[in-house]
T-cell receptor, first 114, second 109 residues
């Protein structure tokens, strides 16, 4: 099993460009999450999807949109990238609510916005 | 006060040493507690869940103190490979858990 996969691993964007980060899990998990991690800030939740067909905002949703395409896939879109969105992005999944269950993380996408 | 607080360190210890980290949380309704490990430029991975009665996994022991609202992680006989950042995670009261900012551990020869 691959677990949680993310593409791309690295990306450089110019300010104003758009892109979609892809995430897929093969563990049949109900819940999926997008985090960003910045130095000194720890992991911050951008959006999550408690189950297929639902999405909710996390702590820092501004500038992002998400799509839970099916049970396996959860994508994160930056419509107009800004330098403040330079970060490492992690996708994660869990069997049910992450407050009670272990989360499994993907390897991350390192995004630089110039 | 931050919801989950950790001493960022770094804790710099020799091989074979015993080291302990604490993590304090502010929400008394919290029900779930975890320690994750994150290696440099890698994703976080679950190290262990923390149960009310405490739990041990080899060289690692996790404890919960509800009265003082903190959890701890004890590492005995430190190895070079234990060098990493240790993230405290607390859940309960909402769907999603709260991550601490992590404690950096460096084990040197």
């Amino acid at each position: 099993n691959a677990g949680v996969t993310q593409t791309p691993k690295f990306q450089v964007l110019k300010t104003g460009q758009s892109m979609t980060l892809q995430c897929a899990q093969d563990m049949n998990h109900n819940s999926m999450y997008w985090y960003r991690q910045d130095p000194g800030m720890g992991l911050r939740l951008i959006y999550y999807s408690a189950s297929e067909g639902t999405t909710d905002k996390g702590e820092v949703p501004n500038g992002y949109n998400v799509s839970r395409l099916n049970k396996r896939e959860f994508s994160l879109r930056l419509e107009s990238a800004a330098p403040s969105q330079t970060s490492v992005y992690f996708c994660a999944s869990s069997p049910a609510e992450a407050a009670s269950y272990e989360q499994y993380f993907g390897p991350g996408t390192r995004l630089t916005v110039t | 006060r931050k919801e989950v607080e950790q001493d960022p360190g770094p804790f710099n210890v020799p091989e074979g040493a015993t080291v302990a980290f604490n993590c304090t949380y502010s929400n008394s309704a919290s029900q779930s507690f975890f320690w994750y490990r994150q290696d440099c430029r890698k994703e976080p991975k679950l190290l262990m869940s923390v149960y009310s009665s405490g739990n041990e996994d080899g060289r690692f022991t996790a404890q919960l103190n509800r009265a003082s609202q903190y959890i701890s992680l004890l590492i005995r006989d430190s190895k070079l490979s234990d060098s990493a950042t240790y993230l405290c995670v607390v859940g309960g009261g909402s769907y999603i858990p709260t991550f601490g900012r992590g404690t950096s551990l460096i084990v040197h020869p």
